[in-house]
T-cell receptor, first 115, second 109 residues
Framework: DTGVSQDPRHKITKRGQNVTFRCDPISEHNRLYWYRQTLGQGPEFLTYFQNEAQLEKSRLLSDRFSAERPKGSFSTLEIQRTEQGDSAMYLC?????????????FGPGTRLTVL | QKEVEQNSGPLSVPEGAIASLNCTYSDRVSQSFFWYRQYSGKSPELIMSIYSNGDKEDGRFTAQLNKASQYVSLLIRDSQPSDSATYLCAVSNDYKLSFGAGTTVTVRA
């Protein structure tokens, strides 16, 4: 299976700690996205990469959040000084640049719990 | 006003019946429309995409789009217990997806 993969699948951390998540997109997908989903809500857009360039960051993405996509392949999302409000499912998605209509395929997500 | 709104549900239908899900969106320049299915604790799974006005059928699923009314719907025919999930409507005008909160469907055996 060559779908989107994410690691870790679950992360429990204490408030104030830093955490880093990894996403491997579908091979040859140029576009990569991060979303955050809390219980009872739909996913909310966080940031978007086209190849290695980060083209947009949502205002939801505070200064404690940073994302990278070196070499245009996998991506990492780091949260510094975690807060309880950061507890959520962090979803990564990818799409090919030529995709008509921007069809995005999601990974399994990383569930973060901040104690 | 939220960008994407869905009927709140939950929606309970008997097995074999038609489930009807509705979604409205506020951004008139939206070009692409998607329905995702999400099982509890799992990530969204793409079911349907639709880009032009009218109906699009794929197996037991039919998506309907009316851009003038800013309305998208999903019909699930011959509902099965395995269709019990939350259905997310998503709208895009370029790259990011804007999602509704989802409608939870329960199919009663």
């Amino acid at each position: 299976d060559t779908g989107v993969s994410q690691d870790p699948r679950h992360k429990i951390t204490k408030r104030g700690q830093n955490v880093t998540f990894r996403c491997d997109p579908i091979s040859e997908h140029n576009r990569l996205y991060w979303y955050r989903q809390t219980l009872g809500q739909g996913p909310e857009f966080l940031t978007y990469f086209q190849n290695e360039a980060q083209l947009e960051k949502s205002r939801l993405l505070s200064d404690r959040f940073s994302a990278e996509r070196p070499k245009g392949s996998f991506s990492t999302l780091e949260i510094q000084r975690t807060e309880q409000g950061d507890s959520a499912m962090y979803l990564c998605a990818s799409s090919p640049l030529t995709s008509g209509g921007n069809t995005q395929y999601f990974g399994p997500g990383t569930r973060l719990t901040v104690l | 006003q939220k960008e994407v709104e869905q009927n709140s549900g939950p929606l309970s239908v008997p097995e074999g019946a038609i489930a009807s899900l509705n979604c409205t969106y506020s951004d008139r320049v939206s070009q692409s429309f998607f329905w995702y299915r999400q099982y509890s604790g799992k990530s969204p799974e793409l079911i349907m995409s639709i880009y032009s006005n009218g109906d699009k059928e794929d197996g037991r699923f039919t998506a309907q789009l009316n851009k003038a009314s800013q309305y998208v719907s999903l019909l699930i025919r011959d509902s099965q217990p395995s269709d019990s999930a939350t259905y997310l409507c998503a709208v895009s005008n370029d790259y990011k997806l804007s999602f509704g909160a989802g409608t939870t469907v329960t199919v009663r055996a």
